[in-house]
């Protein structure tokens, strides 16, 4: 059983960064596409960034230019770096496959205001 641990999570002012985290155990995720999500209150889960096995990337139009997402092979996880946050990136931000197939792991807060 896979199991998806997030965190790097905290609350930036607008124009701020952060470096999320993902680690994986239970199994290896490198034969996988990986996705970032996010679930802001009161919306649907979204799809904001893919990285797959041959290490390609695709964003979200929302977050394009600004969050860049990147794995590391060896140690089982992936990254998403979010530069220039908005107010709008405020959400629990979630890895798992693409498509999802893993059980969700608890998520990590980001919150960005002033």
């Known amino acids: 059983q896979v199991q998806l641990v997030e965190s790097g999570g905290g609350a930036v002012h607008p124009g701020g960064s952060l470096r999320l985290s993902c680690a994986a155990s239970g199994s290896s995720i490198s034969p996988h596409g990986m996705g970032w999500y996010r679930q802001a209150p009161g919306k649907q889960r979204e799809l904001v960034a893919v990285?797959?096995?041959?290490?390609?990337?695709n964003y979200g139009d929302s977050v394009k230019g600004r969050f860049t997402i990147s794995r590391d092979y060896v140690k089982n996880m992936i990254y998403l770096q979010m530069n220039n946050l908005k107010p709008e990136d405020t959400a629990v931000y979630y890895c798992?496959?693409?498509?999802?197939?893993?059980?969700w792991g608890q998520g990590t807060q980001v919150t960005v205001s002033s």
């Open positions: 990285i797959r096995w041959g290490g390609s990337t």
């Open positions: 798992n496959t693409n498509p999802s197939s893993f059980p």
